[in-house]
């Protein structure tokens, strides 16, 4: 129980450094006030908060890991919202950045976003999805084949279905 606590906490310091430290010190700590742009941004962080928790919870409950490198999940996870996108958590920050950007009007976080998704498109196309492809094999393959890294899915990947 205190274990899994533990996993759940040290999960959360790599999103919150990139949806909270990185957009803060980017702003300079300016303080703005902004309310019809946090009227748009709010659901986008909302989203994308959302979003993150669902991702590290499939990786603690399903992976018995975590999003971290140090960390790694012991079991492939493809159920959730991965059914749907390979990335859902690069999803849900970038998402938690856009509506930063909207939020406060900010053009600094909107670039830190957009390097962010090439960042991790780089470090995925790199090192995650070759490492991934060693450690699960042809099942990571497989589901590679039918699972976009970005572009969601209509219908939820199920492993035992064939697709047309």
């Not at 999960?11 to 300079?28: N, R």
């Not at 070759?130 to 590679?144: A, C, N, S, V």
Request: net charge positive.
């Amino acid at each position: 129980m205190m274990k899994n606590l533990v996993k759940q906490l040290v999960s959360f310091i790599l999103p919150i450094t990139v949806v909270v430290v990185v957009p803060l010190w980017i702003e300079d700590d300016r303080v703005i006030h902004r309310g019809l742009h946090l009227l748009f941004g709010l659901p986008l962080i909302t989203a994308g908060l959302t979003i993150m928790a669902l991702t590290i919870s499939s990786f603690i409950r399903i992976g018995k890991g975590t999003l971290a490198p140090w960390s790694p999940t012991k079991k492939l996870v493809i159920r959730g919202l991965y059914r749907y996108v390979r990335n859902p958590m690069i999803l849900g920050v970038f998402t938690v950045l856009l509506g930063e950007a909207l939020s406060l009007w900010s053009k600094n976080i909107l670039i830190w976003a957009v390097c962010f998704f090439f960042i991790n498109t780089i470090y995925f196309i790199t090192s995650e999805e070759p490492g991934l492809e060693q450690r699960f094999g042809d099942e990571y393959r497989e589901y590679k084949k039918h699972v976009s890294r970005w572009m969601p899915r209509i219908t939820p990947y199920s492993p035992d279905q064939k697709e047309k």
